[in-house]
């Protein structure tokens, strides 16, 4: 059974940095998406960031690029996204997902997948 296991999140000042990680384990070698995505409350769900399953492809949401970078360990079976510079805006739980798609912005704007971990918390704030 797939199993996506979020961790890192938690308090953090405006300007500092979070890793999240997102620990796959199960058929993780059906699916050939990565993705984070948030929700902070009271707003919709949005695409944050994907990466395929070759590392080869990768995408961003607007509101992450030039601050967030996502990464994967295949040994580790596990997925990061390094939040930099980070703002009370980006202040929501962050969920990755799996998909049998393809990693592009198309993604991320569907908030569609296949499967879903149970989300880490991040809070940004002073």
């Known amino acids: 059974q797939l199993q996506l296991v979020e961790s890192g999140g938690g308090l953090v000042q405006p300007g500092g940095s979070l890793r999240l990680t997102c620990a796959a384990s199960?058929?993780?070698?059906?699916?050939?998406?990565i993705g984070w995505f948030r929700q902070a409350p009271g707003k919709e769900r949005e695409g944050v960031s994907c990466i395929s399953s070759s590392g080869g492809s990768t995408a961003y949401g607007d509101s992450a690029k030039g601050r967030f970078t996502i990464s994967r360990d295949d040994a580790k079976s596990t997925v990061y996204l390094q939040m930099n510079n980070l703002k009370p805006e980006d202040t929501a739980v962050y969920y990755c997902?799996?998909?049998?798609?393809?990693?592009?912005?198309?993604?991320?704007?569907?908030?569609?997948?296949?499967?879903w971990g149970q989300g880490t918390q991040v809070t940004v704030s002073s």
């Open positions: 997902a799996v998909d049998r798609g393809y990693c592009n912005t198309y993604y991320l704007s569907l908030i569609s997948s296949d499967y």
């Open positions: 199960g058929f993780t070698s059906v699916y050939s998406v």
